[in-house]
């Protein structure tokens, strides 16, 4: 028998064990620590380098861990690649920055750092008490450590405000607007009417004329960039539709009401962008972005996105109007980073957690484009942002806001069970609502049905 | 080109002088090749589209509903500091002036005449919105070196061309002993693992994704190169039923021939099957480097944490290496027509 | 198989019984080649795929999530109950069906004429042609989805500049659309075609020239000699790429998920069969729920696949025989 054909085979095996010896093998005595980045912001080439040298100087500083960075390569797999290494045994120690609704997606995963911060002797004192609050359990377990802040704030384009001759927004809150002279409150009401005004189709024509096109509109009023509908529920006005106690499902009638405001808006005035407005030329790369929206109540994360401004147009932001009991409450996303339970390092962990809040947070936060929940760094970010926008923007408007944010039950993330289903059926309320088919739905009837499908996905109501 | 034949004159065209034959062929051969042009410009408009997409600024790509299809920007009149639009303006005596817009307002606006500047603002009635501007050729070329200096190229070269050229030798070499296998020796059971085989590729590979991980990183194996390579030397479903197809168009009378004259399985499979099958197989290593070359979520998952080992090419960029290595191929491709035409 | 009976009915005559002997020697060592060709495929599915693939089977059975930190937990045949009365899961499968139903005729005959018009002798500039056809291919698959989220954009996109030059007022929103959405699907999936048109090419110019010439002596034309040689000749690449695109369709994919961000609208037109196994799997982490939903389309395919296997013994054309 020839024996060419076993040779190759050999070959074959000879030449996979030669690459495997020749690929890196690690060998460490220090205790590593992997952090993974992704489920957030964090994977740009800028922050990934700004990361590898927080990286470095945290090695550099001491001699018990081993910091390693794990970055995903994007936002939209992140999740994948986490799940994967969770299922598989081999889990990452620290996770972050994650956002509120980014956490819930892996609810049972989260280690409590509150033993960790008793053991470790650290002051919670340094942060905002409120902040705080909002990464407790409603079993009295803390999931993370505040870091970074994203109030919403009103963006406005000053200069649609100046071509349609209107004042603008109040800068400090509690402040009147001022309309055609008169003093009106700033809330939900105002924003109506002086939409209508920045609607403006080709011929010039804005939403109040009778001649206005609404097939043809080049500006639009207002709009809540990439928010879900509970961020525009809460917006309009902070409340729950889900009670832990009893895991019953019920949208408030304030939400319903928030739901026919934002309804009417886009079909009603038209002077919010519906799905395929959004998605045309008119309104790229983002509605705000692009200049041809007078306002957006976004969180204030949305600097991420605002480039093409520089040079384009100008901008500023102001607080929040207020809700429509009359006060003013301010949504916020928040990002931390997370010790992961499965995690057989915690202590460690939680050094290098200690490290990302404090000594690394002013560096960090930046990077990220994040208002820093830590007083002390805030300064430098305002710095920073201002060197970004050269544009004189009120950046007071995100320290005050902090003031009136929503408390914890309130937060428009809320965890429920089964969360990202229920975060689906959520994205496609308001997917129908913004759509084409959207014009002609009965919107109550379609709350009743989300409901009704969300009560399902969390579950029996319980007593 | 393989087949040199004459045409046949037919009797029926043997009554018709001798350029009209020729005038014929030639009509054929312009139809033939004018149908060809027009596939290939169908199947080029999508990259033209993006062409001229990618030279244009942000601003040129948002504009407004009447988008140009070249990169045209306003043209721009600078006035005190500040740069303003120039928009084409009726006159009442039937001419068009050409005014910057500076001062915009809903009822009137206020522009600036570029040639009379000293003139000052000349309110003018009506809504801006209604008048056009006036644009000039305004190509933004600098987004490809942009682009091009986002990826670290030398590594990522370096990285993909080791991982797609080492796969690809691994699965040629094992395709094609394997489709041998199944093409031309009687095993028993054959039939049921022919169709194992294309089961491994019927399951999504979406629910074997974490017990594969979790193997891979039981054995160590993660954040290496390993799991992206050794499998491909293990035979690759895809490429052994396209080779196993091929083989079988492939006659026995030569194998048997060179059998009787003493020749071994893989003396025959060396100097009889192989020299036969040569498009097949510049296929599949074509098939394979592509993709190796595009693979995205593999180095995503295995290499994390190693960015120095991750081959990263979604860039459209990355596609020049592939391209280059068809053109190649083409001739080895063409080398193995004349082989199998003058051999028999 | 042949041999081993013939050699137990040996004849008495001994002269024969050598032959037979040896014959069945032949057979036996054929056999063991075969094995041995056979081994990398065995050794590599043994190691890298078998395991993986029966854990998928048994998570079938279980309640395993991946965001909750619980061991799975046995839950018999729930999973599979599920999935026969998820209204989501059936639609799913209509579209994919119905897709499939256009797509892999498409993805059969365009790839042969393509093949057939690069293959013949009248095309002058092979050399051009074939690098142009086969690009689309190349380019990732990301890649291509932005080319062709500009291509076909409503107002700026090139195909509907070009269908309002020609006088078609308004032209589709191609992917807003719930009627035109898999059409444009269709397209895309055309214009990346240039594998299947490379293996027919390849094997067309495998076909011995003699037979074409034969043929003309007979005065066949040039259809009857496509109809007649090349066709019969290239079956089994023809066959080859009718099994890989009904497999393909059925895990068809990143196209839609990219397009309609996961959503599969409008109006859930566009919500294949692996973008809810995928959003089950990776955006619910119901990984028990997302293996039994790829074991049952595992199981459609699976058939499918059989039955043209089947089918195959009547148009596949084997020039080695079988």
Not at chain 3, 104 to 110: A, E, M, T
Request: charged share 15%; proline share 7%; aromatic share 14%.
């Amino acid at each position: 028998m020839s024996r060419k054909p076993l040779f190759s085979v050999m070959m074959v095996l000879v030449l996979a064990l030669v690459v495997g010896a020749v690929l890196p093998t690690a060998a460490q005595e220090k205790v590593t620590i992997t952090w993974f980045v992704g489920l957030g912001t964090g994977t740009n080439s800028e922050q990934i380098a700004i990361q590898e040298q927080v990286v470095a100087d945290f090695n550099a500083s001491q001699s018990e861990i081993e910091l390693v960075l794990n970055i995903a390569a994007s936002n939209e797999t992140s999740r994948d690649t986490l799940s994967t290494l969770l299922a598989a045994g081999t889990p990452p120690d620290i996770v972050g920055p994650v956002g509120v609704a980014g956490s819930n997606s892996f609810a049972d995963q989260w280690a409590d750092v509150q033993p960790l911060v008793d053991a470790a002797g650290f002051d919670l004192s340094v942060f905002d008490p409120a902040l705080v609050e909002l990464y407790r359990n409603a079993d009295g377990t803390l999931g993370g450590l505040p870091f970074a802040v994203y109030p919403a704030v009103t963006y406005y384009n000053t200069d649609l405000f100046d071509e349609a001759g209107l004042e603008y927004p109040p800068a400090e809150f509690g402040a009147p607007y001022v309309l055609d002279g008169e003093e009106v409150p700033w809330n939900y009401d105002t924003v109506a009417e002086i939409a209508k005004i920045l609607t403006v189709d080709a011929n010039g024509n804005d939403a109040t004329s009778p001649d206005f096109d609404p097939a043809a509109i080049e500006q639009f009023g207002v709009n809540f960039q990439w928010a879900r509908i509970r961020l525009i529920w809460t917006n309009l006005q902070p409340s729950s539709y889900y009670d832990a106690a009893t895991n019953t499902i019920n949208v408030p009638d304030e939400w319903r009401a928030a739901s026919q405001w934002y309804w009417d808006r886009i079909w009603v005035d038209n002077t919010a962008p519906n799905a395929t407005y959004a998605a045309s030329e008119v309104l790229q790369p983002s509605a705000f972005a692009s200049g041809n929206l007078g306002i957006s109540i976004v969180p204030l994360w949305y600097t991420c996105c605002l480039d093409s401004s520089v040079g384009n147009f100008n901008w500023n932001i102001a607080p929040v109007p207020a809700s429509f009991d009359g006060e003013q409450n301010v949504a916020m996303d928040a990002d931390t980073f997370r010790i992961v339970d499965a995690s057989p390092n915690k202590d460690a962990a939680f050094v290098v957690l200690q490290y990302l809040v404090n000594d690394a947070a002013p560096t960090l936060a930046t990077a990220y484009g994040a208002f820093p929940a830590l007083p002390a760094a805030q300064d430098a970010w305002v710095e920073s942002i201002s060197t970004r926008y050269p544009l004189d923007i009120n950046w007071s408007v995100a320290g005050a806001s902090l003031a009136y944010a929503n408390p914890g039950p309130l937060h428009h993330e809320t965890n429920v069970p089964n969360y990202t289903q229920a975060y689906d059926r959520e994205f496609s309320l308001l997917s129908l609502i913004e759509s084409d088919s959207g014009a002609t739905i009965d919107l109550n009837a379609e709350i009743d049905l989300f409901e009704a499908d969300v009560q399902a996905i969390v579950g029996a109501p319980t007593e | 080109m393989a087949s040199i034949t004459q045409p046949r004159i037919s009797p029926a065209v043997n009554t018709s002088p001798f350029y009209s034959a020729q005038l014929r062929k030639f009509a054929v051969k312009a139809m033939v090749t004018m149908l060809a042009l027009l596939v290939a410009i169908a199947y080029l408009l999508p990259f033209g589209n993006m062409a001229l997409i990618s030279i244009k600024s942000a601003d040129q790509i948002s504009g407004s509903t009447d988008n140009n299809i070249l990169p045209l920007s306003p043209q721009l009149y600078e006035y005190e500091g500040e740069s303003y639009e120039v928009y084409n303006i009726p006159q009442a005596d039937g001419t068009v002036a050409q005014w910057a817009l500076v001062d915009k307002g809903r009822q009137s606006s206020g522009f600036i005449d570029p040639a009379n500047p000293e003139a000052g603002l000349i309110e003018w009635q009506g809504s801006w919105r209604t008048l056009e501007s006036v644009y000039v050729y305004d190509p933004h070329p600098e987004n490809f070196a942009e682009a091009w200096d986002l990826i670290n190229f030398p590594r990522l070269f370096f990285n993909t061309l080791f991982i797609a050229v080492v796969g690809m030798i691994g699965t040629l070499l094992s395709s094609i002993c394997v489709a041998y296998a199944f093409a031309r020796f009687p095993i028993p059971g054959k039939n049921v693992m022919f169709l194992i085989l294309i089961g491994t590729i019927i399951l999504p590979s979406q629910v074997t994704l974490i017990p594969t991980y979790a193997f891979f990183a039981s054995i160590g194996w993660t954040g290496t190169w390993l799991p992206l390579i050794v499998p491909h030397f293990f035979a690759n479903a895809y490429n052994v039923f396209l080779l196993r197809q091929f083989f079988m168009t492939l006659p026995r009378e030569l194998d048997e021939a060179a059998m009787i004259d003493g020749a071994g399985p893989f003396r025959v499979l060396m100097a009889i099957i192989i020299p036969q099958s040569w498009p097949a197989i510049i296929s599949v290593g074509l098939f394979h480097f592509i993709f190796a070359w595009n693979d995205y979520f593999g180095p995503l998952i295995y290499l994390l944490g190693k960015p120095d080992l991750v081959p990263q090419a979604t860039s459209i960029m990355a596609m020049v290496l592939p391209l280059l290595i068809f053109v190649l191929a083409q001739k080895i491709f063409m080398r193995g027509v004349v082989v199998t035409g003058v051999d028999k | 198989m042949s041999a081993a009976d013939q050699s137990r009915a040996a004849p008495a005559s001994s002269k024969a019984q050598i032959t037979e002997r040896r014959r069945s020697d032949l057979a036996r060592q054929q056999r063991i080649w075969g094995w041995i060709f056979l081994s990398p495929w065995l050794i590599g599915f043994t190691i890298f795929t078998a395991v993986p693939i029966f854990v998928s089977l048994i998570f079938t059975f279980m309640e395993f999530s991946l965001s909750s930190d619980a061991a799975p937990r046995f839950i018999g045949l729930d999973n599979w109950i599920k999935l026969f009365n998820d209204p989501v899961a059936i639609n799913a499968l209509g579209v994919t069906f119905r897709f499939a139903l256009i797509a892999v005729p498409v993805g059969i005959i365009l790839p042969l004429a393509m093949a057939a018009l690069l293959n013949s002798k009248h095309l002058v500039g092979k050399i051009l042609w074939r690098p142009l056809y086969y690009l689309p291919y190349m380019v990732p698959a990301i890649s291509s989805i932005f080319i062709w989220q500009a291509f076909l954009n409503g107002q700026t996109g090139w195909l509907n500049r070009v269908l309002r030059g020609i006088g078609i007022q308004e032209p589709p929103n191609w992917f807003q659309n719930e009627s035109t959405i898999l059409f444009a699907f269709l397209l895309m999936g055309v214009w990346g075609i240039g594998n299947s048109m490379l293996t027919m090419l390849a094997t067309m110019q495998g076909v011995p020239t003699e037979l074409y010439e034969a043929a003309e002596v007979d005065g066949a034309g040039a259809f009857t000699k496509f109809r007649s040689i090349t066709l019969p000749m290239i079956s089994p690449v023809i066959f080859y790429n009718l099994v890989l695109s009904v497999i393909g369709i059925m895990q068809y994919f990143v196209v839609p998920y990219v397009i309609t961000r996961g959503t599969g609208n409008p109006n859930n037109s566009a919500y294949f069969f692996n973008m809810h196994l995928y959003k089950t799997s990776f955006t619910f982490f119901d990984m028990g729920y997302g293996s039994t939903q790829a074991w049952f389309i595992f199981i459609i395919a699976l058939v499918l696949t059989v039955v043209l296997f089947g089918t195959s013994r009547r148009w596949v054309y084997y020039a080695s025989g079988e």
